[in-house]
Structure formats: structure tokens, C-alpha cells
């Protein structure tokens, strides 16, 4: 089944403590892409990547890392979380359609709580 | 940059009476455009795409779209609105030749019995 997953789906952690939350897909997209959702704000993007290697900042990218050493394979890194990070947190991928991007596939979701 | 609009954040409708959600996107260049919709703690499934072929698209669980390039809109409709169709949906738009995509803010649908 062509899916997006992401890991672990709820995280309750302690502000300062480092964490990674994964995201793997399995359709060979080139294009992922992490996004965060706040009631009232939508979806705002972190950061993309357009391909193994190539990375870039979305419009949210403070206190966010990513990296894409795999095709598959795009974390999520908070250095240092804060409360302001408290959030629901999606990746997503796709294929290029013409010179764009086509639809995403998003995973389920991982819902953080920093306190 | 490209900015998407959803017009009412809450749209309530009856059973079975017609579904309008509205989009207007910013750009002066057709792009690429896309309704989502996301169930109650779930990820975001794609309805429709438009991608420049036919102006009326169809998606899954009924539902449709017009591109109407003088209007820069991109309205979500559904003849007769099911209580399963309750969800909060997201237009979004995929510029031409460029790297970013851009949702609008949602609208949360309401199906009254």
C-alpha cells in the first residue's frame, strides 16, 4: 500500500529535550515536506526537499532540522523544543507533475506536547 | 507569493442539500490546484486535483470542482450532502515552475441531520 508513515503519532516531552520524529513513504516521490497545524493558522510549512540532498526552508523553519540522506527517509529534528512548538505535525510527499508539484500524500499525523 | 483564500471557516448545510465551499487563489498564472479534506484525527486525503486539462474536475465521495480562470476560483461542490462528508476541507494551489506549495485556512463543513 502507497503510504506516508510518521513516528511516533503523540509525543509528550520536556522542554530542552532533543527529539526526531520520522517520516518514511514508499512511492519513490521525489518532493517531502513537513508541515505543522494550529487551530485558526492551517497547515504552515517547515521545511521541503526536493530530492536526496536538497533541502530548503519552508515558511516556519525556525527551531526545525531536517535531513534527506535516503529518498525515503525525511526526520523531523527539534534541537531544543519549546512550548511554542506544541503542535500537530504532518509530512507529506509527492511526485512532480509538469514544473510543479503534484498532490501531496500526507502521513496520520504526530501531535506534540512540549511543557 | 501566492496566497489562497477559503471564504467562512464554518459551513453548515442539511442532509442531502447542496454543498458550496468556496477558493480564490492569487496568481496571475494558472496553477495547480487541489481540495483536501481531513477527518477528525486523521492526515489530509486528496479530494480533486486540476492540473490544466478539463475545467470541471471530478473527485472521490462525489464531489467536484471548477476552475474558472476569470475569477481565480476554485469552488468544492457536492450536490446532496451526506453526514460523512462532515470534515474540515483545505484548498490548496501548487504554483507553475516553482517548488512551493500553499493551503488555504479551511473550512470546517457541518451536516445537520
Known amino acids: ?115 | 507569493a501566492q496566497s489562497v483564500t477559503q471564504l467562512g471557516s464554518h459551513v453548515s448545510v442539511s442532509e442531502g442539500a447542496l454543498v458550496l465551499l468556496r477558493c480564490n487563489y492569487s496568481s496571475s498564472v494558472p496553477p495547480y490546484l487541489f481540495w483536501y479534506v481531513q477527518y477528525p484525527n486523521q492526515g489530509l486525503q486528496l479530494l480533486l486535483k486540476y492540473t490544466s486539462a478539463a475545467t470541471l474536475v471530478k473527485g472521490i465521495n462525489g464531489f467536484e470542482a471548477e476552475f474558472k480562470k476569470s475569477e481565480t476560483s476554485f469552488h468544492l461542490t457536492k450536490p446532496s450532502a451526506h453526514m460523512s462528508d462532515a470534515a474540515e476541507y483545505f484548498c490548496a494551489v501548487s504554483e507553475y515552475n516553482f517548488n512551493k506549495f500553499y493551503f488555504g485556512s479551511g473550512t470546517k463543513l457541518n451536516v445537520k441531520p
Not at chain 1, 12 to 34: A, D, F, P, R
Open chain 1, 1 to 115: 500500500e502507497a503510504q506516508v508513515t510518521q513516528n511516533p503519532r503523540y509525543l509528550i516531552t520536556v522542554t530542552g529535550k532533543k527529539l526526531t520524529v520520522t517520516c518514511s513513504q514508499n512511492m519513490n516521490h521525489e518532493y517531502m515536506s513537513w508541515y505543522r497545524q494550529d487551530p485558526g493558522l492551517g497547515l504552515r510549512q517547515i521545511y521541503y526537499s526536493m530530492n536526496v540532498e536538497v533541502t530548503d526552508k519552508g515558511d516556519v523553519p525556525e527551531g526545525y532540522k531536517v535531513s534527506r540522506k535516503e529518498k525515503r527517509n525525511f526526520p523531523l529534528i527539534l534541537e531544543s523544543p519549546s512550548p511554542n512548538q506544541t503542535s500537530l505535525y504532518f509530512c507529506a510527499s509527492s511526485s512532480r507533475i509538469g514544473q510543479g508539484v503534484d498532490g501531496y500524500t500526507f502521513g496520520s499525523g504526530t501531535r506534540l506536547t512540549v511543557v
